[in-house]
Structure formats: structure tokens, C-alpha cells
């Protein structure tokens, strides 16, 4: 299985993502400079989070507009996985292959911490390794997480399946509509969301309820 | 010879915006009493070279479209200095 990760200036979770990656594929995964136009023939690529551009003009705007997310674009037509985590999901967002936008956390203050997410659509290729309505954990980091689109945008992902992961109830660390912590896209080859499912991934994390989720991308045994 | 422009970017209606809630919050803290509703926007100073400026108003459209503003969430406004 071959992965791809993206580099833009000011991601900080690469690493993370990376070492994610190679554990679960055993193979370390190529990077792709902003910059490059071309992405290698891999089964998943990663946009993964930080402060791409220091958040300059808006979160993940300036990065969305690189050479290297043409290619993730062109790849995505293709039918290649992608997926996009923390400032990765405001980046797809940004460069228009998801809907909707991610605002300032309603309470304005940056969340670190554990949230419980609830899988509101198991069938899709990322989420296939989970039970529809599990509950998992995984952390969340960001200060612009809060998920809006308009009203005729929300109606079109709830009723096509595309909201696949909800704050579970209680836990919205942000303010998101709707709970919404991650969606896909129409196709469903592109996902993204602002926990961290690569932050829990091996016992040493303390928890392995990310892992299904990568090995799902890569139609892998979790 | 250079066009000035600006261009306001702000929040659509309806799309809630917790900074401006604060603001507002911390203007009534200092006394200021009688403000309604405030709303965060951004303002970008542009200078463009040349003298056409139905091609500069267009252009900073295109700008705004593609990079300035988020359309999902913000409206804009071009105003043409002179």
C-alpha cells in the first residue's frame, strides 16, 4: 500500500501523519512538496494538519492555492483516497473538494483535548472498519474547527450519507453545526475532518480507535 | 500611473461570527452603551498598476473570487480610489 503525504510551510503534524502511515503500511510514505505538480500512483493521500501559511488571510486559504493541490485535485477526479486532517480538512475545503467552510471556534478559544466522535456513516471506504453509531475517541487541536456550510449545502450531506463523523453528544468542542467533525465527499473518496485520527494509532498512543480508520482508506485489516 | 482600491471583505448574513459577538460584548464592559449588533470584517488596500478602471474592478473581482474572500461564508465589496 502507498501513501502520500503533502508538505506545505507551517504543517506541524507531517511527522505525526508519517510515522502513522508507516506503521500501518510498513512502508514510509512519499512526501510532496507544495510546490510539485505531480503526485506518485499511491492508494492514499494525506493532507495532514498545522498552520499551513500561519493561517495568514484564512485558515488553509493560502495553501489550498499551491501547484502540489492541482495534482491532489486532478488525483481526486481520478478517484484516488484523499483525505485531509485539521488544517488538511480546511485546505480541501479552501480548494473547493469539499463543501462548506471552518469558522472560529464559537467559544474563541483554541481545544486540546480528547473528544468522543460518533460514527454517523460506517458505510463508507474510510469508515468501513467501524460499527455505524460506534463511539470513538481521538483528540482534537485546533482553533478553527467550527463547520458551516448553508442550509441547502447541510441538507445534501445529511441526506446523501456525506457527515460521516459527529462530536458525540456533549463533547462539540467547537461549535460545529450539526455536531459535524468530518464529512466526505459526494464520491466519497475524499474525507475530511478536524481530530486526529493519527494520534491514535499504536498502544503507545494509549489507544489504537484511529487506526481502523487509515486501514479502511487502504482496504486493510485494522 | 496606479489604481487604489479597497476591498471590504465581510461576513454573509446569518453566518455567525463569535468574534464580532465579543467585541460587541467587550464595547458594552467599557461603557459604550447603545450598540447593537457588531460584525468582524477584513479590509485589503490594493494598488494596481496601470489607468483602466473597469479592468482594475474587474480584476480585483477575479482576486476576491479566488483568494480574497471565502464565498461560502463572506461577501465583498470593491471601491476604486479618485
Redesign the interface.
Given at each position: 500500500m502507498k501513501t502520500a503525504v503533502v508538505l506545505l510551510p507551517g504543517l506541524n503534524r507531517d511527522r505525526d501523519m508519517i510515522a502513522a502511515l508507516t506503521t500501518i503500511t510498513g512502508q514510509r510514505p512519499h512526501t510532496v512538496w507544495q510546490t510539485e505538480t505531480e503526485i506518485p500512483d499511491v492508494d492514499l493521500i494525506v493532507i495532514p494538519g498545522g498552520f499551513s501559511y500561519g493561517d495568514y488571510?484564512?485558515c488553509g486559504?493560502?495553501g489550498a492555492?499551491m501547484p502540489v493541490m492541482q495534482a491532489v485535485a486532478d488525483k481526486a477526479r481520478q478517484g484516488v483516497m484523499v483525505m485531509g486532517v485539521c488544517n488538511g480538512f480546511q485546505i480541501l475545503?479552501?480548494a473547493g473538494l469539499l463543501?462548506?467552510?471552518l469558522?472560529?471556534?464559537?467559544?474563541?478559544k483554541f481545544v486540546c483535548r480528547e473528544v468522543k466522535l460518533e460514527v454517523a456513516n460506517a458505510n463508507t471506504a474510510f469508515t468501513r472498519g467501524y460499527q455505524a453509531g460506534q463511539v470513538i475517541r481521538c483528540p482534537v487541536a485546533h482553533h478553527d474547527g467550527?463547520y458551516?456550510?448553508?442550509e441547502e449545502t447541510l441538507k445534501r450531506l445529511e441526506g446523501e450519507g456525506q457527515v460521516v463523523f459527529r462530536y458525540a453528544e456533549g463533547t462539540n468542542p467547537n461549535?460545529s453545526v450539526n455536531d459535524i467533525a468530518g464529512i466526505v465527499s459526494h464520491e466519497g473518496n475524499v474525507l475530511g475532518m478536524m481530530p486526529h485520527p493519527e494520534n491514535l494509532v499504536e498502544a503507545a498512543h494509549g489507544g489504537t480507535d484511529g487506526r481502523a480508520l487509515f486501514a479502511g482508506a487502504l482496504g486493510l485489516a485494522a | 500611473m496606479a489604481i487604489r482600491a479597497r476591498v471590504t471583505v465581510t461576513l454573509k448574513n446569518g453566518?455567525?461570527d463569535?468574534?464580532g459577538k465579543?467585541i460587541e460584548g467587550a464595547l458594552g464592559t467599557l461603557g459604550f452603551g447603545g450598540v447593537g449588533q457588531v460584525r468582524q470584517g477584513k479590509v485589503f488596500d490594493v494598488e494596481l498598476d496601470g489607468a483602466d478602471r473597469s479592468k482594475a474592478e474587474a480584476d480585483l473581482k477575479a482576486m476576491c473570487e479566488?483568494?480574497?474572500a471565502?464565498t461560502?461564508?463572506e461577501d465583498y465589496a470593491v471601491e476604486i480610489a479618485g
Open positions: 488571510l484564512r486559504a493560502i492555492r475545503l479552501e463543501p462548506g467552510a469558522m472560529r471556534n464559537a467559544t474563541l467550527n458551516f456550510a448553508d461549535g | 453566518v455567525l463569535p468574534q465579543a479566488k483568494l480574497l471565502n461560502v461564508i
